[in-house]
């Protein structure tokens, strides 16, 4: 089984859906998919040499054999290499050279073996042979292929690897991260990293996700940028509601001790641990008959009056019990971008399996169908309280708003053409095994 906190990746399905759109472009059409070079090379004089590529390339994940790494130009180069090798591949080109007023041209198939290393948490990538069909050439043509048309694809083939915008690793918040490793599995590339606090990164038995460019988050990054943003959060709701006859006024106080986040089939949940529960209702109005008197405080009532500079209200302490506890609810982690930073934030669901119990201990007696009906109206606003605006709360605290991870721009630009990975504002990361949530990034080109 894997060992990672965080990791990104794009499959050769992905990446080549970079490379048929940046085809696709009319600008990179001009700027990367067709050129020429001009050259003196003595004995022979002025070389031109062009290329135009037919087909949108294709990334192969497959490194080449030491014969197809031997026939590959530049002759001179270094050893065939292993690791992370990758393959742009051009089913379609057409290859011209004209020199000493004659002219070469045929149409031939192109492989460019590359390289790519990661620095940082940035992937770069260097194409370092190329290798095309030269049967129909003379050794003299190939000499001249080989001294100025080689270098020319190798150029180019650097220029559309370079315009594939890569997944980044995000930047948890508030949390250092081992320096991250790139892997080739299973016909695609990861990039993985892990929390200074756990094992380091072993991709071994490694699964990805259907998506094609993806992000992968764990459930210890999430609990662990949670715990240090809700721990011992003391957290007081208010709410009110009523009409021109009667007023309901509700306030839920208590601590958060933990939320622990996990998945549970399609399901991220978070269980949340509070203490010092405790709920208060005042109700009031025209309508509802209640005068100074009636709130006179005796004995412990004192207690329960939720504003005792008021005395014209009924007021209440309140019981809130949730069962099964700690309470069960959803939660998202969805994209949203503030001050031109996009993160992945938490964002509170409903109750889940759980059941709510209010029991309210009004201080005065509840008379007359107004003041019955504020009084429930009370019982119903603290019920939906700690249904909704409680569990806001507490995964919003003071308005913070927990970011988990923050997402690095990911775009490059390549002869005015910009090549960018995105994801949408709102959209909801899903889980991914019983570990991990996804999140996929789609492609623009500008």
Known sequence: MATFDVAVGATGTGINTILSSLYASP???????????????????????????????????????????????????????????????????????????QTLSGTSWINVYATFTLTGGTLSVAAQAVAFDTTQMSKFD??????????????????????????????????????????????????????QSSAAVDLTGYTAPTDDLYALVGLTVINTVIASQVTDYAFNVEES???????????????????????????LQAAASLSGLAGSAGVGGTGTGIVKTLLCPIGTAIDAIANPDNWDKLSASVSITYSPSPLTMTIGLAAVTENGTQSLQVTPGSL?????????????????????????????????????????????????????????TMSVSIDGIKVSLTIADGAVATPFGSSYVSQSFSVTIG
């Open 142 to 195: 190939q000499a001249v292929v080989g001294n100025l048309l080689v270098p020319a694809i190798l150029q180019f083939a650097n220029s559309a690897l370079s315009a594939i915008a890569i997944p980044q690793i995000p930047e948890v918040v508030g949390v250092t991260l081992q320096t991250p490793v790139a892997e080739i599995i299973n016909g695609g590339l990861v990039i993985a990293a892990a929390m």
């Open 241 to 267: 509601s009523g009409n021109s006859d009667w007023n309901a006024q509700a306030s839920i106080k208590g601590t958060v001790n933990s939320i622990v986040a996990s998945i549970s089939g399609t399901d």
């Open 352 to 408: 889940k399996d759980t059941t709510v119990t209010v029991s309210p201990t009004w201080s005065g007696d509840i008379i007359g169908t107004t003041l019955a009906t504020a009084c429930s109206g009370a019982v119903d606003l603290i019920t939906a309280m700690s249904k909704g605006d409680l569990l806001d709360d507490i995964l919003d605290p003071g308005n913070r708003h927990i970011s988990v991870v923050d997402i690095p």
């Open 27 to 101: 600008a990179a059409q001009t700027a990367l998919f067709n050129g020429s070079e001009t050259e003196t090379i003595d004995p022979i004089g002025p070389v031109t040499a062009t290329w135009a590529i037919q087909a949108a390339p294709t990334v192969s994940f497959t490194p080449p054999t030491a014969e197809q790494w031997a026939a590959a130009y530049p002759t001179a180069k270094g050893p065939l290499p292993t690791g992370n090798v990758l393959t742009l591949v051009v089913s379609a080109a057409t290859l011209g050279a004209t020199y000493g007023g």
